[in-house]
């Protein structure tokens, strides 16, 4: 995994805040700058998070996502079935 630090963070929020359409104004605010070339600093930097990275972790999140539902719903069919089973004894 990637070496973060606070610092790489704050450059990496303030790079795609602008990206995404915020203002210098509202990322100095977010970022607590008291003045905006400290801001611009943070902006369009090469010290930010690498993407990929995150792409990564989001891809094993979906597909841990996926195979916990899959669990759950085999879970809800056996049960289901294990259900069926029992009222197919108790009838006489």
């Known amino acids: 995994m990637a070496y973060l630090n606070p ?8 790079t795609l805040a602008r990206g995404g359409g915020a203002n210098l104004d509202d990322i100095q605010n977010a970022l607590t700058h008291s003045d905006k070339d400290t801001t611009s600093i943070y902006i369009n930097t ?4 690498d993407l990929s990275t995150h792409r990564s972790f989001e891809q094993r999140l979906e597909d841990e996502r996926n195979c ?10 056996s049960s289901e079935l294990s259900d069926k089973k029992r009222a197919d004894f108790s009838t006489p």
């Open 7 to 14: 610092q790489k963070l704050r450059h990496t929020y303030a």
């Open 46 to 49: 090469e010290n930010i998070v």
């Open 68 to 77: 916990f539902t899959l669990f759950c719903k085999s879970e809800i069919v």
